[in-house]
């Protein structure tokens, strides 16, 4: 059961990073590309569908690590799924402090209300989100050594 878990646990983990990677280095330079108000639209429609699955993924995946961590004491590689997890916990911090805030002005914003700074903005979610995403790479690579 507890290979299962483990196993569960990686690949809840490594499909979060999927995505994130992908909205790092995909989908918003795709969106910054787009002409007119398309790429602002559509990163406010992002913001609103992400931001509502992206909680359940970050707090799921940090729970499975717990139990993980808990369940496996007393097996090797149990120090790296601890350490796994207290960089998902800098994550979901990272998340409240800097990035949601962004996020829930973003997600309202249309071409009449944005604010003038709304690149700017922006640019700096994009500078947390890179950071946010090279701490759930290094999470999901102690996962993947403490399989082994």
């Keep these: 059961m507890l290979d299962a878990l483990e196993v569960f646990t990686t690949v809840i983990v490594g ?3 999927g995505v994130e990677f992908s909205v790092a280095f995909v989908i918003n330079p795709i969106l ?8 602002q639209l559509g990163r406010a ?3 609103r569908m992400l931001g509502a699955v992206m909680p359940v993924w970050y707090i799921g ?7 993980w961590a808990v369940a ?8 790296l799924v601890v350490t796994a997890g207290a960089l998902l916990i800098v994550s979901v911090i990272m998340s409240l402090l800097l990035l949601v805030p962004i996020n829930n002005r973003g997600k309202t914003w249309t071409p009449e209300n944005r604010p003038e700074d709304w690149k700017e903005q922006m640019n700096r979610w994009d500078r ?3 950071v946010r995403v090279a ?4 999470a999901f690579t102690l996962l993947a050594a403490a399989l082994a």
């Design 135 to 138: 701490v759930i790479i290094a």
């Design 61 to 67: 995946s940090l729970v499975l690590s717990a139990v």
């Design 15 to 17: 499909l979060m990073v």
């Design 72 to 79: 496996g004491r007393h097996h090797p590689g149990t120090g």
């Design 128 to 130: 947390y989100h890179y």
């Design 32 to 39: 910054n590309a787009l002409p007119g108000d398309s790429g």
């Design 45 to 47: 429609h992002g913001g």
